[in-house]
């Protein structure tokens, strides 16, 4: 069976809150239970670093949320757990990308421009307490995604550039230095709940609104208690619509329970009762996790085995082999081996002179690819509703899995005088590669 790759990372500059739970952690354990999914979770604690100068925090924010993964059913058996920093080859592959990455490209990375943006408002220095860190992130993070040739990374809506960029980034060194990547594409869960805070406005820490996951029975009953409804008294109908407090009952209750709650905001239910019945419907969830939550946290020395294990795994056999192979690309390389002057010149006249694929997007939303030999194009693809789509027939093409039938088939309408000259590049194309990796082969045996 063929298995998508799915990579989630989780920032380690908090405690985990049941906005965390409802729109992350319980979807994503739900969907690592799929047989034809192969899924990565990490925990970002290099990403951390960007905007938490508090060691301490970012070694608990680091151990809590490891533990609440795990309480919730996360299988460190049956996924790839691990700790970004253990990843030691992630810091590399970051330079290597580093050096391919556009700095206009990054220029335009939405964090940074609202950094930008804060600045100009209150008449500073445009890069004014601006770290390096804050404007690389996107380079990091593509590192995250390529080590792993992930095929789909979960995100909100105002991540979806970053994973543009990681495709953008993984293109471009393809394209210097041969098909080593597979673009990700975005996974937006339309399904998966935004959870209100105690104001109403969305959960977060920035809003200082949250509800933690764990928080003790006492105080989550405090906390609930505390969300801010209207004035409408008993026996007065009240609306779903807009109320945090049926909002989040609705996260954790069934349909029929949530239809029952509806019900009773029409018949006018008391705000402090409504308020009760949430608190009970979340902790009989919550409650066997937070016992299982404390248990791990009684034990710290176990949660690192769990995660120096899963890091020694995955580096043995996803990330150790692939930078291997990005080092021999790149020219980082056996010096007993070093090509002659004469082969590098005539390496570098053909690669010059061999035709290429090029992907792209359009405004409508879908992807193309060209196929171009110098600065005229033999061929324009039709479009692919996925980049995943384009970028499998690319490789199959390149490997030779696939025919020149099978290119035409995916194209616009190509002249009868153009055919034989596809034809040509494609069988350029093909032999190019093959003698690529046979030269990889040879030079890694």
């Not at 989780?10 to 319980?26: D, E, F, K, M, Q």
């Not at 029952?260 to 239910?269: L, P, S």
């Not at 479009?383 to 093409?397: E, R």
Request: aromatic fraction near 8%; glycine fraction near 6%; include cysteine.
């Amino acid at each position: 069976m063929t298995q998508t790759r799915i990579l989630t990372g989780i920032t380690t500059s908090g405690t985990p809150h049941l906005g965390n739970y409802v729109g992350a952690i319980r979807p994503a354990i739900a969907a690592s239970l799929a047989p034809d999914m192969e899924s990565f979770y990490f925990l970002a604690d290099l990403h951390a670093l960007i905007k938490v100068q508090e060691p301490e925090r970012v070694q608990r924010s680091t151990l809590e949320i490891a533990a609440a993964w795990l309480a919730c059913g996360l299988d460190p058996a049956r996924v790839w757990f691990y700790r970004q920093s253990e990843i030691v080859e992630i810091p590399e592959l970051s330079w290597l990308l580093t050096c391919v990455a556009g700095k206009g490209m990054l220029n335009r990375a939405h964090a940074y421009k609202a950094a930008v943006d804060k600045n100009r408002a209150e008449g500073e220095d445009d890069d004014a307490a601006i770290t390096a860190g804050l404007f690389m992130y996107p380079v990091l993070m593509s590192a995250d995604i390529l080590a792993f040739n992930a095929n789909q990374v979960p995100v909100g809506r105002d991540q979806i550039q970053h994973i543009e960029m990681a495709r953008d980034v993984g293109q471009r060194f393809n394209h210097l230095y041969g098909e080593h990547f597979v673009l990700p594409e975005a996974l937006i869960e339309e399904s998966v709940a935004t959870l209100p805070g105690l104001d109403g406005r969305k959960m977060s820490k920035s809003y200082d609104n949250t509800i933690p996951l764990f928080a003790p029975r006492d105080t989550l009953k405090k906390l609930i208690y505390s969300i801010v409804t209207d004035s409408r008294a008993p026996g007065e109908a009240k609306d779903t619509e807009g109320s945090a407090l049926f909002q989040i009952y609705q996260a954790f209750a069934s349909a029929e329970e949530t239809d029952a709650m509806r019900r009773a905001f029409a018949e006018g239910i008391g705000w402090g009762e409504a308020k009760q019945a949430l608190f009970e419907r979340i902790d009989s969830e919550i409650a066997p996790l937070r016992a299982k939550y404390e248990t791990l946290m009684a034990r710290p020395q176990d949660i690192e085995a769990i995660l120096v294990d899963g890091a020694r795994r995955v580096r043995a056999q996803h990330v150790s082999p692939r930078m291997k192979a990005l080092r021999e690309a790149v020219g980082l390389r056996d010096l007993s081996q070093a090509p002659s002057h004469a082969s590098i010149k005539a390496r570098a006249e053909s690669k010059a002179s061999l035709p290429v694929f090029k992907q792209y997007r359009e405004a409508d939303g879908q992807f193309y690819f060209k196929l171009a030999d110098g600065d005229e194009v033999l061929l324009q693809s039709r479009g692919f509703a996925s980049p995943k789509d384009a970028g499998q027939l690319i490789a199959a093409l390149k490997a030779g899995k696939s025919d020149v039938a099978a290119l035409l088939a995916a194209a616009d309408a190509v002249d009868d005088a153009r055919r034989d000259a596809v034809a040509a590049a494609l069988a350029a194309i093909v032999q190019a590669e093959a003698e690529a990796q046979a030269a990889k082969d040879s030079a890694t045996s």
